[in-house]
């Protein structure tokens, strides 16, 4: 898709991820889905929501392995591994608690991890 800018980006079919041509107001991609400009805008919001659940379910896994392990490590592993461990936790943590803040579309949570 092009505005006739160098910067347009490319928006790709939220059902099939293909680039979507714009004829108009209406979307298409080359498998044949088609979307009115509300209709893609709702699609591409479904697919984000859907999206960032998945991550929020791996991320949960990442935090409840990273836990045991650092606890496995606190009993007898070497301090390098329990750091090691300790970090990823705390990065899982951080990085669950912005996705979290994105699902709830919290504007004051989600400027507290903006740069
Ligand atoms: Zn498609």
Redesign the pocket.
Known sequence: MTHGSPSSRTVN?P????E?RSAGQAYR?????GFSAPELLAEQSTLASRLLRGVVGSLESTIALSADLASAAQEDGPPSLLRSVERELDDGKRTLAFVRARLLDDPDELDAYRI
């Open positions: 079919c059902l099939c991820r293909r979507l991609c080359a498998k044949g889905h």
